[in-house]
């Protein structure tokens, strides 16, 4: 089966990204939607091991080439991050059980795949453009709270500030935000104005893969001064 993509332009033509709807956050930005979808193809091998994760690594593996299934515009934060934020046209609606249940599968495998990657990496992190020189921590931090202390409010979750900061702090809230999801699913709470659960699935599995590549790229394990 080939692999349905996505590409979202931003507004204004600066930016665009390619991202897949079954393999929640592999995706990738660029300047144009041609290099957009080349470089998702190109992170094929580096989303592997979220497959594996995920206990669907042969599925993965037989998955044909990118298919553009949608051509889309979406928002000024796509110009301006080179990132999705917006569902596309398949991301609306309540989810199925089976549908809400595959893909909290796949977000636990992005997790895991980034608490990997922070317990191997060096504390110190090469410098670039990408994340201002931030070091692993500083990382880490961001990741965590951007989705326990932003990400998760969509859906009613409110934690302590740095409440996801510890081991046990942070499983507790990852429990809690699937939850706090399923609980929305069903059609508890406030809805969410300009995002869907779909999205904000996939959202939060690709700000965690971002950033755990991010942190594989600036890794300095085995380099003088590491």
């Given at each position: 089966?080939?692999?349905r993509?996505?590409?979202?332009?931003?507004?204004?033509?600066?930016?665009?990204?390619?991202?897949?709807l079954?393999?929640?956050?592999?995706?990738?930005?660029a300047?144009?939607?041609?290099?957009?979808?080349?470089?998702?193809?190109?992170?094929?091998?580096?989303?592997?091991?979220i497959?594996?994760?995920?206990?669907?690594?042969?599925?993965?593996?037989?998955?044909?080439?990118?298919?553009?299934?949608?051509?889309?515009?979406?928002?000024?934060?796509?110009?301006?991050?080179?990132?999705?934020?917006?569902?596309?046209?398949?991301?609306?609606?309540?989810?199925?059980?089976a549908e809400?249940?595959?893909?909290?599968?796949?977000?636990?495998?992005?997790?895991?795949?980034?608490?990997?990657?922070?317990?191997?990496?060096?504390?110190?992190?090469?410098?670039?453009?990408?994340?201002?020189?931030?070091?692993?921590?500083?990382?880490?931090?961001?990741?965590?709270?951007?989705?326990?202390?932003?990400?998760?409010?969509?859906?009613?979750?409110?934690?302590?500030?740095?409440?996801?900061?510890?081991?046990?702090?942070?499983?507790?809230?990852?429990?809690?935000?699937?939850?706090?999801?399923?609980?929305?699913?069903?059609?508890?709470?406030?809805?969410?104005?300009?995002?869907?659960?779909p999205?904000?699935?996939?959202?939060?599995?690709?700000?965690?893969?971002?950033?755990?590549?991010?942190?594989?790229?600036?890794d300095?394990?085995?380099?003088?001064?590491?």
């Amino acid at each position: 089966m080939p692999v349905r993509t996505v590409i979202e332009r931003g507004p204004k033509g600066k930016r665009a990204v390619a991202f897949s709807l079954e393999w929640l956050g592999w995706s990738r930005g660029a300047k144009t939607p041609e290099v957009a979808l080349a470089t998702l193809e190109s992170y094929r091998d580096r989303y592997r091991p979220i497959a594996d994760l995920a206990g669907m690594l042969p599925e993965f593996d037989a998955a044909g080439s990118l298919e553009i299934v949608e051509d889309r515009v979406g928002t000024g934060s796509t110009d301006f991050w080179g990132i999705s934020f917006a569902a596309s046209s398949t991301e609306h609606g309540p989810m199925t059980e089976a549908e809400f249940d595959l893909a909290i599968t796949k977000l636990r495998a992005c997790w895991a795949f980034f608490d990997g990657v922070a317990a191997r990496v060096s504390p110190e992190m090469r410098k670039g453009p990408r994340g201002g020189g931030r070091d692993r921590d500083r990382i880490i931090s961001h990741t965590l709270r951007q989705e326990s202390e932003s990400f998760a409010t969509r859906v009613g979750l409110k934690i302590p500030e740095e409440g996801a900061m510890t081991p046990d702090g942070l499983r507790e809230y990852r429990e809690a935000y699937i939850e706090a999801m399923r609980a929305y699913n069903a059609g508890e709470g406030r809805r969410m104005r300009s995002w869907t659960l779909p999205f904000l699935i996939r959202h939060s599995a690709f700000h965690t893969l971002d950033h755990a590549w991010e942190m594989e790229d600036k890794d300095l394990s085995g380099e003088d001064g590491a």
